[in-house]
């Protein structure tokens, strides 16, 4: 009997004492906590990744089970910053200012700490120099829109370039990066917006991994017409006799059409191309084509010219 009563007492210890124990780690105590971390960021001309793991120490308010959590932690925490919140120090060095810290204490410690300040002024990483090169983003897309709309432009990319970094004879082999396929189909007057994936070449670093696209579409109709073609640039006794005299023509405008280009575009031969010219074929050009043209086809784009003296 005296077993059994001694067995019960000791389980309502150790129940009252883990009741307890449990209490006091949902509570709120003021610690000192230290972090490692490992520093992500896009600074050009420099590494990814900070050369080396840094600590982050901060007076905090936290829960007894976050402490424990924290003070087992042995991984780092990798922590992406913004290059325009450090400020720049002495050769490799950057420093992230403690005021510019709290916007990721969140991320360094967890949504449930509460930082009442940081142990220094700052943190300071090193970014080794690395070999870099700025290229163009290229668009990989396919378009199709409805009926009586067209593209009124090429694909608009932000950022239409990125800082690629590698070793010297891989950057060398690299003009561009691509987007991955981006499929926009029938398409109307909003157009189309959004973010797509770069298709990143291997072995290489990137400044960003997305880029933001935006195509304006519009309502066009189709204004047909057949217009004669005049020289431009030549002497008055030139004698300079094209074929076609005239050629088939269409406009694509935004609708509704503010006037007609008919009346409003010169088709020409500039005789200074003729003079270069071997063949005697020339390129037919055209005047500035007014507002609200979308696009305009020739056909054909090239005349046979040639001097009847």
């Not at 009997?1 to 883990?18: D, E, G, P």
């Not at 990137?206 to 640039?233: A, H, Q």
């Not at 030139?238 to 008919?262: H, I, K, M, Q, W």
Request: aromatic letters at 8%; hydrophobic letters at 40%; a negative charge.
């Amino acid at each position: 009997m005296k077993n059994v009563a001694l067995a019960k007492l000791l389980l309502c210890f150790l129940i009252s004492a883990s009741i307890w124990l449990v209490r006091n780690l949902t509570l709120d105590y003021p610690e000192t906590e230290t972090v490692p971390v490992l520093v992500h960021s896009h600074i050009e001309g420099r590494s990814e990744y900070a050369s080396s793991e840094v600590a982050v120490t901060a007076r905090c308010n936290t829960s007894g089970f976050t402490h424990i959590g924290l003070s087992m932690r042995r991984r780092a925490v990798k922590l992406d910053v913004d290059p325009s919140d450090f400020e720049k120090a002495e050769g490799d060095a950057y420093v992230i200012p403690s005021s510019r810290l709290y916007k990721y204490a969140s991320r360094i410690f967890g949504e449930s700490v509460s930082i009442e300040s940081f142990a220094s002024e700052g943190v300071t990483v090193r970014f080794d120099a690395v070999d870099y090169r700025k290229v163009p983003v290229v668009a990989l897309s396919s378009i199709t829109c409805r009926p009586q709309y067209m593209a009124v432009d090429r694909i608009k990319l932000s950022p239409d370039s990125v800082v690629i970094y590698a070793d010297p004879s891989r950057l060398a082999s690299i003009d561009a990066v691509f987007t991955r396929q981006l499929t926009l189909h029938d398409l109307g007057q909003n157009g189309a917006h959004g973010k797509v994936r770069l298709d990143i070449p291997s072995g290489v670093g990137i400044s960003t991994k997305e880029v933001s696209y935006d195509l304006d579409v519009k309502r066009f109709v189709e204004i047909p017409g057949n217009m004669l073609v005049s020289v431009r640039n030549a002497p008055s006794d030139a004698g300079l006799t094209v074929l076609p005299p005239s050629l088939d023509v269409r406009f694509y405008c935004e609708f509704p059409v503010p006037v007609n280009p008919l009346d409003q575009v010169e088709l020409f031969i500039d005789y200074d191309e003729f003079l270069e010219s071997d063949s005697g074929h020339c390129i037919v050009r055209h005047s500035a084509l007014p507002a609200g043209v979308i696009e305009m086809k020739l056909e054909p784009q090239v005349c046979e010219c040639f001097t009847t003296r």
